[in-house]
């Protein structure tokens, strides 16, 4: 197995993506709206992976977030919002605002689950900063460390109630970045006591199943790589000072913000300390030159992978979807007004 998460060009796998994957057998791959038609396409899809690799606890992940930021869409799948709307909540009533993420977080896994989708890249627990970057913006759950912590562990419950291994991103933190990573390298000037409160969520929920990383220079740490390439960072910040011992992927190699090759990217992430590289864009020629270059998942990480797919704890008896998104809807109605 290689340790890369790879994108797919299409609605349904290539005759040559059929072949590099069954050959290359990457760790997991990724959806993005242009993978997605129907619910019926989209489970087709799904267990097209699943019976390529043989593996019923394959890796399929999407960013559905809500918002802004959401590869399922209306009218085949629910509207879900963004996370500032729970931090606009837990400002009047804490105990509504947490049951309200973990009701959304369950009522998105119910509908990623339904397609056979395992994993979502949510919550985010960068704490947002004033006059920092709007990719964040809306996304977050808040400016207050331990505020963002609680409504970011009841997301990662409500989705594992669902079936579905939440992510959480993007650390060390990305709430101080005053460019978007997307297109530039955010390079963050802070000193080791102001970074101390983006590491507080994330150290919170350091037994996360699963972490992704910031493409982020933090010149307290590293003055020179981003974490995401950072030794140092990893595992001194990520590993030793959070404390986070789970499944680490990288951000997207392709975002504008790193420098290089996808697949020499790719090798340095995984050198630099990640289990595995992201690759988002389906390219050939780039899952190509990856495949070659990367040597095989470690022992680590493989363990790391297979707990984290069995982290999940679906509870069949539940509330339905239409409950749950009731259930969360009148919870938020006094910041929806």
Known sequence: MKPVIFGLSGETLTADERAFFAAAEPAGYILFRRNIVDKDQLRALTDDLRALHGRDDLLIMIDQEGGRVARMQAPVWPSFPPGSVFDRLYEVAPSSAIAAARANARAIATTLAEVGISVDALPLLD??????????????????????????????????????????????GHGRAMVDSHHELPIVTADEEALAVDLAPFQALKDASMGMTAHVVYTAWDPDLPASLSPSVIETIIRGRIGFDGLLMSDDLDMKALKGSIPELAVATVAAGCDLALNCWGRMDDMVG???????????????????????HRLMDGPSLEELLATRDALLAPVMA
């Not at 920092?132 to 963002?148: C, F, H, K, N, Y």
């Open 290 to 312: 990856i495949a070659d270059l990367l040597p095989e998942i470690t022992g680590q990480a493989r363990a790391r992978l297979d707990r984290a797919m069995g982290s999940t």
């Open 127 to 172: 704490v947002r900063q004033d006059g920092a970057s709007d990719i964040m913006g809306d996304r977050t759950l808040g400016a207050e460390p331990m505020r963002v912590a609680a409504l970011g562990r009841a997301v990662i419950e409500g989705l594992a109630d669902g079936g579905v291994v939440g992510i959480v991103k993007h650390m060390p």
